[in-house]
């Protein structure tokens, strides 16, 4: 009865009336025929418009468990949250659920990410022009500290002028080594943080101060790190849902082009900075920047006007083990890490 294999509600309820107008014609004051005799395409209808009402009810139900697959439209059925601070409760309920990386020694926490970056470049009457270029991130940080971690990045694809050789160098590696002392991981560092709300608050605006978007700019950082220890994301959640300025966007798109929700705030120069979460899981997708206006931007080489509605930022695809790190680019930069 319908093209799409899962219906919308809608459809759903169609097809709801549809069985129901053909339960009421075969009702006893009629002349009633046996299955085994019905018209084959009767029966057909009857089955398919049992199918859907069956299908609604399973799409239902799964909302009512805490939220729909990833292939099903459930998520029509489900109120989304009514601001920024409900949202940041459910990621923080979220978060909460999941374990956190803790390797053992020997083995090392490997991220993958998606990032969004701008390019400049100059054409040949001498004009700016912007190149949005996406790229993919991987680090490899050591469980023993003392030992080197790496940096990779290769660009994938851009969407404007610069030629290919601008944006796509090939695998670029970059080797941090401790210098003669022991390193310090940021999964290792993020380990010494308290999950207490109240705690995580104060330890940050001993650095920052009590202005709001200084604590926000702070927690960015630490969401951003906190993805290899989810009850510390939990606790920054809570931080984040007290701060004055904060809103929700019901539609963002994150680098990596899932589409979820967002907690922003203005950053006061005709931009606004988002943690993106996902839909139905409330987990972490990533984060972006986003400008609220047009605005000059200085750029290397000359001027950009950065337009309204153009956005950067990361998205974070998975968090993993390693048992050490690989095969390093014959090119790699190696950087010496101060104590």
Known sequence: MFAEPEPTPEAAAKGRDRFLREARASRPDRPRRGWRTARPLRRAALVGAMAVTLAAGIIVTQVSLGGSGTHTPGHLLAAPPADAKAL??????AAAGRPDIVPARGLYVHTKKLAQESLYTKDESGKTRYTKVLVNEERWEAADVGKPWLSRRQGLSAAGPAPRTYWDRGVEDIVSEPAGCPGQPSYARLGAWPTDPAQVRAKIV??????????????????????????????LYQVAAGLNGIMLIP????????????????????????????????????????????RKVKASPGEYTARKGEAQGTAVLAVDLAPGLPEVSPKASRMKIPC
């Open 88 to 93: 940041l409760g459910l990621a923080a309920r």
């Open 206 to 235: 001993a650095d920052t101060g009590e202005e709001p978007l200084r604590i926000w700019r702070s927690l960015q950082g630490l969401v951003r790190e906190s993805v290899v220890r989810p009850s510390l994301g939990a606790a």
């Open 251 to 294: 539609d963002a798109l994150d680098a990596a082009g899932r589409p979820g929700l967002a907690v922003a705030m203005d950053e006061g120069d005709g931009t606004r900075s988002e943690l993106i979460f996902d839909r139905q899981s409330y987990g972490y997708l990533g984060e972006r920047t986003v400008n609220t206006r047009d």
